[in-house]
């Protein structure tokens, strides 16, 4: 993958993570702050995997970032470089003094990598099988799809597909139960099919979501 490829915000995500850790990964080397050190592994292992288009790349890269928001010391500190914690303390009877915190620069992560996540949607293909058509059931719907571009519809998110290897055939999907859409084996998803791209405008519009239903496969 070339970096001219990357959407900006995901870009910025992944510079974010490679100098932090790498930085971090200098100062503690020789220190006492595993976890910290080994979070900074998983982030330079995370950026290598993304570039050769591993499927692992995308937790280990979301597990950089959520082990930083919770901090519990002396235990587990996570953070890379920066750290901007509210801590309570809590001194046990055998005199051990817990810490337990929270470092709101790990939720900042936790927001940037949303961008890498739907930039690593797109173009992405999926396989979808019929489950229920209603009206559509004489329509026969074809099984391999490329992910285009993310749609919001009323607050709904929306995925533009095209079916591989045909010029004009299109249709848009969402999640059966939530506002947000996570492309899982198993999962249900509402599925409507349309004639070409100029009929999202309308769709729109007028909100005419019917279809039917599908399951990834």
């Known amino acids: 993958m070339k970096l001219k490829d990357i959407n900006k915000r995901a870009l910025i995500y992944l510079i974010l993570v490679l100098a932090l850790s790498i930085i971090n990964f200098h100062n503690i080397f020789f220190g006492i702050n595993v976890s910290s050190l080994l979070n900074s592994v998983i982030g330079l292992t995370g ?20 082990s930083q928001i919770i901090i519990v010391a002396p235990f587990w500190e996570a953070w890379q470089v920066f750290n901007t914690s509210v ?9 051990f003094r817990l810490q337990l915190g929270i470092n709101f620069l790990g939720i900042f992560y936790t927001g940037l990598f949303y961008f890498l996540y739907k930039f690593s949607i797109i173009d ?18 074809p099984v391999k799809y490329k992910i285009l571009k993310e749609i919001i519809i009323e607050e709904k998110q929306w995925f ?14 969402s999640s059966q ?7 899982k084996k198993g999962d249900k ?23 039917g239903f599908v399951r990834m496969i």
């Open 189 to 211: 998803y509402i599925f409507r099919k349309i004639d070409n791209i100029d009929e999202i405008d309308r769709l729109i519009s007028t909100s005419n979501l019917k279809g």
């Open 124 to 141: 992405k293909e999926i396989k979808l099988s019929p489950i229920q058509w209603g009206e559509m059931q004489a329509r026969i719907m």
């Open 47 to 66: 950026i290598a995997l993304f570039f050769i288009k591993k499927k692992i790349a995308l937790p280990l890269l979301q597990f950089w970032a959520y």
């Open 87 to 95: 801590y309570m303390a809590f001194t046990l009877h055998s005199g």
């Open 177 to 183: 139960n939530t506002n947000r859409i996570k492309f």
């Open 160 to 173: 533009l597909i095209k079916q591989i290897n045909e010029d004009e055939d299109f249709g848009i999907i």
